[in-house]
């Protein structure tokens, strides 16, 4: 039952979760969740609106409990106390806002839309800023999944004249599918990704349409990717894959594709690993090369528990290095690092384990990315305060350790005003989160009155330090409710072939921006948000 400020009862009233929650703790009107993505929010209003928190990131099933006194995730971070006290005034819901302001000025961006919206279709994710910039001349790229079709699409954004909106390249990665199909895709810091198959089903029970999936079968899996440094796409086929079990695919509805739940589906370089099912902990991995050759390899035994034998969760991925397959993993809250190499023929692999930045790695966020060619583990620390705030990265060689540690460009290196980075720059593309005082304001007039949006993750270049600068912006609601809808991405270097994007349904929709970056008072929706203190 919510109550109002007066204490007296009011009726109930379910809403959805805007995020996905792996892990949700409420005491009273306070709450904590855990989206699947390992980022956390809070609520102080019973779940009626969420805000966006720092917390160490969360990977699997993450283990929540809470009570007047602050919350314990997992058995490796306590939280003391309660941060929101209210929820904040946002216009994220699609009605207009009205807002008054601080008296303090910051870099703001002020927006207003131009032309129509665009549907942009089912995606697997509205873009975000590890979806900017990544084809040449494209502002963003986006995955559409349309399960009723049973299609995939690589979608690229491209800016018409000013004024007249955006033009949509749309690149087939799968053009149709029948309903006895499984797809999963992904995009990814490469390009995109997706598979398929067929299942096989039993004859549906009297009074059903549909058979239950046959146990134990073996699948043809068809594998396509898109590069966008090259805009080429691959395929290949891995034959006879099994046993697929029924919980290797998940229904989505009648008269639509199935979802197939791949474990593992990574672009590399000459190719691309695939470990097709997620209910085998022993199911191989597979390396599928640009030229179709397809090379199956037993996957490596990886830890569970920590070199001081506490429980272990790993976020793995699969790189190519030198012609090898190398499975990487970091231990939440990134206290460990793993790396096992295939030997040249792909029958045996070759574990190292690595302790990571001791007593503070919790609150870093690592990431997979490339420097100078070169896959590379980065890591992003924010540190309590900006002038502490340190990026960095190691190669991933066939040795017994790491690289040399690589400077990274981080929030707090932008300073007050961000510096877009124009034109070609060499330095590594790395996706780095907000820190402390390192947000701005994104005001966006023409839409629903005015939105109040709020810098996110940014696509940052440079060597570190202060030599930072800013490719493109995500902006998000600075708190989430479950009527959010509206998100951005901020395109710097050309600040007028902006967009702004709204959620309806199972749909995005896009409509071109034209922003300017100005000093402006601070609006008092964000005074308090998280990433605006000082």
Known sequence: MRCPAGGSPAPFKGKLLPFHADALELVGRR???????????????????????AAPRAAGEALLTCDLYGCLVADRATRVGWGVTGAV?????GEAVKTTSSPRSVAAYRCSVEGDWLPVGPLVATPTAYDAELADGARWM???????KGSVTVVLARPK?????????????FSGSSKDQAIAALPQVEGAAAIRFAVKRMAPAKGEGVGSIAAGQRVDVEVAWWLAATRQIKRATLRGVGPLEPLDVTSLGKGASMAANVDMLSIAQGGIHVRPFASHADAPLYFASDAGKVDKLAFPSVP?????????????????????????????????LFAAWANEQGTAWEPHTWGLWPG????ATFDFTYVGGKPTIAAIHPGPTPATSAGWAVALEPKDDPGEPIALPTQAGLGATPR?????????????PYAKGTRHPVIVTGEAGELILATSSALLQGAGGDDACVRAWEAQ??????????????SVDDLARSTLFKVEGAGVSARAMACTLESAPLPAALVDVEGFAR
């Open 31 to 53: 709450g904590l969740a855990y989206a699947r993505d390992g980022h956390a929010f809070e609520t102080a209003d019973a779940g009626a609106s969420w805000t966006p928190l």
């Open 89 to 93: 005034p946002i216009a994220a819901d």
């Open 142 to 148: 986006a995955v559409r999944q349309d399960a009723t």
């Open 161 to 173: 004249a000013k004024g007249e909106g955006l033009a949509l390249e749309e690149i087939p990665l």
């Open 304 to 336: 569970t528990r920590d070199a001081g034998g506490d429980p272990l969760s790993l976020r793995l991925d699969v790189v190519r290095i030198g012609g090898r397959s190398v499975v990487i993993g970091v231990g939440d809250p990134g206290v460990q």
């Open 360 to 363: 503070g790695a919790g609150e």
């Open 420 to 432: 877009a980075c124009g034109g070609a720059n060499p330095t590594a593309r790395v996706v780095a």
């Open 477 to 490: 609601p600075a708190a989430w409710s479950a009527g959010s809808r509206y998100s951005a991405m901020i």
